[in-house]
């Protein structure tokens, strides 16, 4: 039983992972107009590996107080390092975002996220196999 389980929290964490890192291509595009802003984005192996290390908490985002009705939290738990995206082309905004290099990272992103959703429907269903061929 051990092995499904860490077989589960591993693809658990992978789809995790990629969520987040969908959110953030996806304000990355959302705002490719927004004087100034920098794109960001992370190392998915390396935010893999930290999380699967058991040092998770090590990188998370913690979100800031600015008052003090606001509620503590995280912005996300998951051991992904934000970090800025290297500019491939200047803008006279400011901007860093190029939608080329956003465009084709969101549909990796998703492809790899698809994957992740097959072979964990593809492991679900071997273990359902298993146990009906014992049964019987």
Known sequence: MNAIQ???????????????????????IANADTPNYKARDFDFSSAMQQALGGRA???????????????????????A?????????????????????????IADNAIQYQILTQLIGDKFKGLRTAMSGTQG
């Open 81 to 105: 390092h934000l970090q800025y995206r290297t500019e491939t082309q200047s803008s006279v905004d400011g901007n860093t975002v190029n939608m080329d290099v956003e465009r084709n990272q």
């Open 6 to 28: 860490r077989h589960v929290e591993v693809y658990s964490q992978a789809l995790n992972l990629r969520a987040q890192r969908h959110q953030i291509l996806a304000s990355n």
């Open 57 to 79: 908490g090590e990188f998370d985002l913690n979100l800031a107080r600015t008052a003090r009705g606001h509620l503590t939290g995280n912005g996300g738990g998951t051991g």
